[in-house]
Every structure is written in C-alpha cells, then in structure tokens.
C-alpha cells in the first residue's frame, strides 16, 4: 500500500484513507438513484439505470484512484444527466442509444485534450481569477444543495427562495447535525465528519424521518442491462446537428471537469496531480457511453473526502468498491437521510468560500467576471453555465477596455465555444 500510494509521503495512513472513502461514498450514494431516475426519462429502464451508474462510478473510481493517486470521485455528473435526457433526447428528438454516442464521442474529444499538450495551453489560458471563482461558485452550490435538501431554503413564485419549513423534523435534524458537524470539525475530533453522519442519522431515525421496515439485500435485474451496455447508435452519425450537438456537450464536460479538477488539486495543495487527473476522466467520460449512463465528472462531494483527510487514490479505491458492494443493498442506502449529508455539505461548501481572498478586488476587468460565476453557479444550478457566463465576459470586458492583449488567445476561442454552446442550447432548441 505504501509503495503504490505512498501514504506516508502525502501525510496520511490507512484508516485515515478507508475513512474518507466511506465518507465521500455516503455523500455521492444519492447519485444512485437519482442519475438512473433522470435516465429513466430518455428511455432507460430504471434497473439499467442503476446499475449503468453503479459499475460507472466504480470504473471511474478505480482508475483516477490508481493512475493520479488523488482522492477525487469519478460520477455521472448531475446538471449533464439533465442535458442527456432533457436537451439531447427530449429536446434534440435523439434516441437514448444516440446519446451514448455522443457521450463516447466526448470522451474521445477529451482524451484527446488530456493526453496532448491541448489540456496544458487551455489550463495556463485562464486566468487565475476565474479558476478561483469556479471553486468558490462550487463551494457557493454546495451550500445551496445542502440547504435545500434538508427542507432549509426552498423555492418561491415571490421571491425566488425563501425560508422553508424550520420546524420539519428534516429541517431540525439537519440544524443539529450542522451544529455538531461544526464542533467536531473544529475540534478536530479523529473521523469527525463519519462521526457526525452516523449521529445525524441516528437523531433522524428517533425522530421518525428514516422508515427501517423492509429493508432487505436485493440484486437488481441484470437482465435489463444487457439492452443497454454498449448500445450506442450511429443512425445519425451523417447529421451536422449531431456532431454540432457531440461538441457542445464535450466543450461543456472539459470545462466544467478542469474547473473542478483545479479545485480539489488545490485543497490538496497537489496541482501537479491535475494532468493524469483530468487524464482518468476523460477515460471514464469515454467509458460512460459503453456503460449506458450520463458523462461523468470529478464530483464535487469529492471535496468531503479531502475534507474528511483523505490524499491519496485509496480513498477513490475505497468509495469505487463501496459504490460496487452497493449492488446487494440499494435498500439499505436510503436509510442514510438527506439530513445527515446536508450539514457536510454545507460545511465543505464554506471552507471553499475562504479562497475568495485570493481574487483581487481591485480590477473590475478581473474581479467582476469572477464574482458573477461566483454568485450564477448556484443561481443558475449549474456549474456549466456559470463558467460559461464568466468566460465569455471575461475577455469581451478586456477587448472593450482596450486590455485585449492581456487575454491569452486560447480564452477567446473557448469564449466563442461557450457563446456557441448558449446559442444551441438556449436557442436553437
């Protein structure tokens, strides 16, 4: 263990690794369900669904786990679920099984990017400011998620969110649980994040939240997986839309997986690990389409592994094999109530709010592209577009200011990339 991932190095040990495995996996477990659920509205059958994101996220798991030793999670990415199923199929008019294609067609167009010196010239294009403000913005949604799950914030016809219902036996439980979550963390109590799920969800079962009756191992029906693996189309293949279509959702998977990438690299203070990072994603996005699921991503709950001291590939390992065993006990895993994930989320999303001292306030031209990803990641529910918003003003401020030269020129061609991506999107569809 030492050898391959050299524990001691990186400052940590096995059960430290084993820990933040199994914490990361209690707060990406959701995906589970919801991704298969999303799937299941582009023609997926539910079943297939959830083993396609079981054996994806455990494949992704594995290999950015053994070849970049980080403890970043490959998943099928929430926000790109939707895409697949609601712009590409529903929207679009393009079967499930074309879809996959498309997903394997970007996967194809990122290894390509990762494995070249393409991922360099596009990471050292932009500028400092706004990789910041993509990790601050993620940090800003997980916050969001956090709160709205537990019943906290919720939406309103008036004013967009409101304040929910603070007396739900959710919201309550969920209060408690961030105010012990708090003074384990800052307490530094060993395993303090596992800790305060365990007692959040013990807090919930008391107060009747979780239901326990039924629960039992169950296999799922491999069967009607079979009509799914590796039933990718081409029927269109001779289409301009579907190429046109394959590019806009690869542009928005490199994108969103580099902003993420930097972000957890940099909690790790280990930014040289990014590259083979950003290499095992583009390898599993590739794997996602023969799985028969959504691109994957490098999750942004990855960050509660980090939090929770995991450094090394082994806690990826760990939450893959987790993610594997799953298969008997899908049952058992919504027994884990939304109350007990949320105040880890929400305290993740705040230690990531600290690197906002690291934009400079004192140029517009830099800080007010930066701010406005900041605050429409959350807004907007997706990291996607509150990049893109960001990198298309950045460097159209600096053109007008008459500051052009500072942009690199790879910004505005991925500039022109994100304006395309919003007029096919929000458009053309």
């Known amino acids: 263990m030492e050898h391959l991932f050299k524990l001691q190095q990186h400052g940590t040990t096995l059960s430290k690794e084993f820990s933040a495995g199994f914490i990361s996996y209690i707060t990406v477990v959701y995906i589970i369900i919801v991704n298969a659920t999303i799937l299941a509205e582009a023609g997926i059958p539910l079943e297939a669904g959830i083993i396609a994101t079981i054996l994806t996220s455990f494949f992704g798991c594995l290999i950015i786990g053994f070849w970049s030793n980080t403890p970043i999670l490959l998943i099928p990415g929430m926000g790109l679920n939707a895409m697949f199923t609601y712009t590409i199929v529903q929207s679009g008019g393009f079967t499930w099984q074309e879809a996959l294609a498309m997903v394997f067609v970007t996967g194809l167009i990122f290894v390509v990017i990762a494995f070249t010196p393409i991922a360099k010239v596009i990471t050292t294009s932009i500028p400092t400011s706004l990789k910041e403000a993509i990790n601050i913005g993620i940090?800003?949604?997980?916050?969001?998620?956090?709160f709205d799950n537990a019943g906290i914030i919720t939406s309103s016809e008036h004013t967009l969110l409101a304040i929910g219902d603070l007396s739900s036996p959710t919201a309550i439980s969920t209060i408690i649980g961030l105010i012990i979550t708090v003074l384990l963390f800052i307490k530094n109590v060993p395993g303090n994040l596992l800790l305060s799920i365990v007692i959040t969800s013990v807090l919930a079962i008391w107060m009747g939240r979780t239901d326990l009756e039924g629960i039992s191992l169950t296999m799922p029906s491999f069967e009607a997986y079979f009509g799914v693996f590796g039933q990718l189309s081409w029927a269109q293949a001779g289409n301009i839309v579907f190429w046109l279509t394959s590019l806009s959702l690869a542009m928005v998977v490199v994108f969103e997986n580099i902003g993420l990438i930097h972000g957890h690299t940099k909690?790790?203070?280990?930014?040289?690990?990014?590259?083979?990072?950003?290499?095992?994603?583009?390898i599993s996005v590739l794997a996602s389409g023969i799985f028969g699921t959504s691109p994957t991503v490098a999750s942004v709950e990855s960050a509660a592994g980090i939090t929770a001291g995991g450094r090394t590939g082994l806690t990826s390992i760990v939450t893959g094999l987790l993610f594997l065993v799953s298969v008997l006990f899908i049952p058992i895993i919504k027994i884990v109530p939304s109350s007990a994930v949320s105040p880890i989320l929400i305290l993740i999303g705040v230690i990531m709010?600290?690197?906002?001292?690291?934009?400079?306030m004192e140029d517009l031209s830099e800080s007010f592209p930066a701010l406005l990803i900041i605050v429409l990641i959350p807004l907007t529910y997706s990291i996607a577009d509150g990049m893109a918003i960001g990198f298309v003003l950045y460097p159209l401020l600096k053109l007008l200011l008459g500051k052009g030269k500072e942009v690199h020129p790879v910004l505005y061609f991925i500039a022109i990339l994100f304006f395309s991506n919003f007029v096919i999107q929000y458009v053309l569809t």
Not at 353 to 360: A, D, F, G, M, Y
């Open 353 to 360: 709010l600290q690197n906002i001292v690291h934009i400079s």
């Open 267 to 282: 909690m790790l203070n280990r930014s040289q690990g990014s590259k083979k990072a950003l290499q095992a994603t583009g």
């Open 139 to 146: 940090g800003m949604l997980l916050i969001l998620i956090g």
